[in-house]
Structure formats: C-alpha cells, structure tokens
T-cell receptor
Framework: GNSVTQMEGPVTLSEEAFLTINCTYT??????LFWYVQYPGEGLQLLLK?????DKGSNKGFEATYRKETTSFHLEKGSVQVSDSAVYFC??????????FGTGTSLTVIP | NAGVTQTPKFQVLKTGQSMTLQCAQD?????MSWYRQDPGMGLRLIHY???????DQGEVPNGYNVSRSTTEDFPLRLLSAAPSQTSVYFC?????????????FGEGSRLTVL
C-alpha cells in the first residue's frame, strides 16, 4: 500500500538554525512527492514538489530531494526564520486521485 | 482570485443532526476532494470526484455522502452526525490527469458534534 511517515514533532529551533524534517514513504509504482505547509487557522499550501527520482524541489529557501533508493523526501532549510513557524506535511500520490499525507510536523522558531 | 472556497468555517451540531459543507472552486479543476484532519493522524481522504457526475470513495467514507452536479461545486453531506465526525474538513481541487499536479486547498471548516 501507500503511506508516508514523518518525524514526530514538535520541533523548536532558534532563528537561523538549520532545519531537517524527515519523510519516508512506501508506494507502488512511481509516485510524485510533495511538501505542504499549514499556517495557523489556514488551509494547506504547496511548499514544493518532486515528480521523479533524483528531482530536487525548492521554494522559499526550502529544499527536498526525491530519493528512490532510500524512499525518502527530507525537507531542509539552511536558516529558519520566525515566519517559518507552521505545520509541515509530507505527501505522495500515485494516480493523482488519492493523496497520502504524513501526520505533520509542527515547527516553532524562536527569536 | 478566490481559488477554493468552503462554507461554513465553523459549525456546531448535535448528534443525529444533518448538515452540508459547501465547497466551490473557480479554477475549472475537474478533480475535487474532501479530507478530514484529526490530531496525530494527518489528512485522510473522504471522497473525491474526477468530474461532474463521477464520485468515488476515499479512505474514510462512512457517514458521508457527496455528489457532483457541476464542475465548480462539490458539497459534503453528513446525514446523521456523530461525535466521531468532530474534525476539521478541507476541500481540495487539482487539474485532472497524471500525478504531478498539486492539490489546492480551501481554508477549512471546523465541525464540532456534541
């Protein structure tokens, strides 16, 4: 079956620290992988995506590389800001009709 | 540019009551879907539709009905609400075809069933 496993939070970092949020997946075929971000009281927004092995998605200083050999899609940012405080979700889809989400990782960045 | 619009944003129901969560999108997306978000469980797919007149079940469809009479609208109906349906509900749409297009989400509807 299809599933996504994320590192559990919450994660608390100081401003300008390095961020890694781990995501591994189980899927048949060749899924597309996504990171979404959810700010308090809002819906999910796409942060970045990768649609084939070895692709790197990037946006707003965040990066993630689609690693088929390790079935991983870890999210990284070199220097976090207070405004990055949010919940981050890793997700995959095989067919485009069903998306599978991880449980979310809450990030708090303190000044 | 409205995107995906959900109403109501908040609702309190008593057990056994019925209600409809509304979802509309103005992006001409053929695919629409409903998710529920519960603490520690991420988002789980309830129902989805790949076009007008076509619906299918997701991971957690029990207790919910959907229909798709137009491309723009995809309402979610709770026929007899139960406390287990207390959750935050998100509607999402995407371009149909392939698996590379992302979901666009509404702002959510928080439902409490007493």
């Amino acid at each position: 079956g299809n599933s996504v496993t994320q590192m559990e939070g919450p994660v608390t970092l100081s401003e300008e620290a390095f961020l890694t949020i781990n995501c591994t997946y189980t899927a048949t075929g060749y899924p597309s992988l996504f990171w979404y971000v959810q700010y308090p009281g809002e819906g999910l927004q796409l942060l970045l995506k990768a649609t084939k092995a070895d692709d790197k998605g990037s946006n707003k200083g965040f990066e993630a590389t689609y690693r088929k050999e390790t079935t991983s899609f870890h999210l990284e940012k070199g220097s976090v800001q207070v405004s990055d405080s949010a919940v981050y979700f890793c997700a995959l889809t095989n067919t485009g009709n069903q998306f599978y989400f991880g449980t979310g990782t809450s990030l708090t960045v303190i000044p | 540019n409205a995107g995906v619009t959900q109403t109501p944003k908040f609702q309190v129901l008593k057990t056994g009551q019925s209600m409809t969560l509304q979802c509309a999108q103005d992006m001409n997306h053929e695919y629409m879907s409903w998710y529920r978000q519960d603490p520690g469980m991420g988002l789980r797919l309830i129902h989805y539709s790949v076009g007008a007149g076509i619906t299918d079940q997701g991971e957690v469809p029990n207790g919910y009905n959907v229909s798709r009479s137009t491309t723009e609208d995809f309402p979610l109906r709770l026929l007899s609400a139960a406390p287990s349906q207390t959750s935050v509900y998100f509607c999402a749409s995407r371009i149909s075809g392939g698996n590379t297009g992302e979901l666009f989400f509404g702002e959510g509807s928080r439902l409490t069933v007493l």
